[in-house]
């Protein structure tokens, strides 16, 4: 059987744009609402600069409001409208496959559709490892910050008191406040979904796709292994909607894709080489980037879970998400 490569089926323009479009837009995290593509940060990443910008308004203050009165000397003095600033770290990421380890999946019918969806998929879970890294350095911050004003932390209880449990949830979800109903998903390492699912609290619904759609107290389910485990401790995130803004695009001046021949690999039978490029950022809503410890030209994914290099901006209610660290019965 004639084995197809890579060059006599991948169109590198063509290649990186499927990348660009469907490497996350297919992933759990969108369809489960956790992030939102920005459009802002998609312009950012095609510009120059490691890291930019991104200004919001800060919600009106509760002030009382003026008691009217007909005095016309009497003058009502306007209050402000503030403003704050998140900044967005890019990344600037490359993987690369050898044509030889590929070989056995690049024969036969529809091999560019293969080639596709391995590498699609690839940068799916990395831009997945990459979001939760950031989930858990956000909230080391906020240990350290904020005085856990996110966190409802029950490792430490008694007994049963320390594990997983629908009131640890509302426990949760009650640090947002009058917010707390806005809450729609809910992340958890696959230890905590079988504990969840042996304890009945968890639905599952047809869907009309013949599959099935599985909710936690009405919130969308999203089960990851990368979610944080530590002395027996699992962490637990809850979602709004919007929570972490997103972009991506093919680099401004390298090329998304490439292929390079070597053609004295293997005793001069030949090897490809598929690069793939993409830039890009994952940013939780109401927090900026520090920059404070980054060994490199972009952030590791362990960098990204470092507490020192994030900081909230925005006020507790205006940051839909929250963290449950727990223990299994």
Known sequence: MATVQIQDVVVPGQFTSYIVENSIEKSALVTSGIVTRNAAIDSQLQAGADSFSAPFWKDLADDEANIANDDPAILAVPRKLSSGKQIVRKAFLHQS???MNLASELSGANALGRIQDRVAAYWTRQAQKRLIASLAGIMADNVANDSSDMVADISAAVGALANFSANAVLDAAGSLGDGMRDFT?????????KAALKADMIVTLPDSQGGFIQTFRGLGILVDDGLPVASSKYTTVLFGPGAVGYGTSSPRIASGTEIENIPGAGNG???QILHSR??????????QWKETTVAGDSPTIAELALAVNWDRVAQRKNVPVAYIIHKLA
């Open 278 to 287: 993409v830039n890009l950022a994952m940013h939780p809503l109401g927090f």
């Open 269 to 271: 039978g030949g090897q």
């Open 97 to 99: 496959w050898a044509a």
């Open 185 to 193: 998903a809910i992340g958890m390492h696959s230890a905590t979904y």
